[in-house]
């Protein structure tokens, strides 16, 4: 979540000028259960296992994509989730409610490239993989074991939490600028488990991967 802090101004004054090539986004769930996809923006979508939901995303966009589980919705599209719940809604409008795994993007910025990571900044539920289609540049996995290890603290109903969320502290949140917040017992836990994840504020750019803009990617939850 650091980079589209950051650079939203920026993006916001150059999405102007941007022709808008779209990216297509092939979003797979490969769990043995159901997984109802979340993206913003983009809407939701229950999709089987196996199944695969595309959704086309114009150039400049600042976007994320999540999975949700364990949802009951009504035929008018309204329930709820046990993870990444938003507002009830089965199309989501807006982000969720932790604890959930993140695919963040932030399409054609500057040198026209595409910013993605994977971000445990909001904890996880499920293991995903976020990647470009083609083999001109790197994609990232976050598949380690956090809700079996979750410790008992971080522990929540389908997912692990991120320290932030439960302890609303500097130590884990990082927040108050210094940018100089040292690893702490959770930060390691899940950057053993998820290495290139982007786990808290002071992760920076390691956790970035970067594309040329208008490459295809695809999310597959339990890759
Ligand atoms: C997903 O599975 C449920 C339960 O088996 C079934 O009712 C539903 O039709 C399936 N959805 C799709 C899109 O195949
Ligand atoms: C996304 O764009 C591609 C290429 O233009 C098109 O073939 C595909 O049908 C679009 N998918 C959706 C879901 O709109
Ligand atoms: C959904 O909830 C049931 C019952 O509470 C639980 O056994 C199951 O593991 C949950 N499924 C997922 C995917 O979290």
Same mark, same amino acid.
């Given at each position: ?7 939203? $101004?920026?993006?916001? !004054? ?15 769930? /490969? ?6 996809? @979340?993206?913003?923006?983009? *809407?939701?979508? %229950?999709?089987?296992? =196996?199944? !695969?939901?595309? +959704?086309?995303? =114009? ?7 999540? *999975? ?7 035929? !008018? ?21 932790? $604890? ?18 994977? =971000? ?11 990647? #470009? ?12 074991? +956090?809700?079996?290890?979750? $410790?008992?603290?971080?522990? @929540? #109903? ?29 930060? /390691?836990?899940? %950057?053993? /488990? ?12 390691? =956790?970035?991967?970067?594309? #040329?803009? !208008?490459?295809?990617? %695809? ?5």
């Amino acid at each position: 979540m650091g980079f589209i802090k950051v650079l939203l $101004p920026c993006i916001l !004054s150059i999405s102007f000028f941007t022709f808008a090539h779209a990216a297509t986004f092939d979003i797979t769930n /490969r769990c043995s259960y159901t997984v109802w996809a @979340a993206a913003s923006p983009g *809407g939701g979508r %229950r999709l089987n296992s =196996s199944q !695969s939901w595309q +959704i086309n995303v =114009s150039s400049g966009t600042v976007g994320r994509i999540w *999975g949700r589980t364990n949802c009951s919705f009504d035929g !008018s599209g309204r329930g709820q989730c046990e993870t990444g719940d938003c507002n009830g809604l089965l199309e989501c409008q807006a982000s969720s409610r932790p $604890p959930n795994t993140l695919a963040e993007f932030a399409l054609n910025q500057l040198n026209n490239l595409d910013l993605f990571d994977i =971000s445990l900044v909001d904890g996880f539920n499920i293991p995903i993989e976020f990647s #470009p289609t083609t083999d001109v540049c790197r994609g990232v996995k976050c598949t380690g074991r +956090i809700n079996e290890e979750c $410790p008992d603290e971080l522990r @929540a #109903p389908g997912g692990c939490n991120n320290p932030c969320t439960v302890f609303g502290t500097n130590e884990y949140c990082c927040t108050d600028g210094s940018g100089t917040c040292p690893p702490t017992e959770y930060s /390691r836990f899940f %950057r053993e /488990r998820c290495p290139n994840a982007y786990i808290s504020p002071q992760d920076g750019q390691t =956790s970035t991967f970067t594309c #040329p803009a !208008s490459t295809n990617y %695809r999310v597959v939850f339990c890759p």
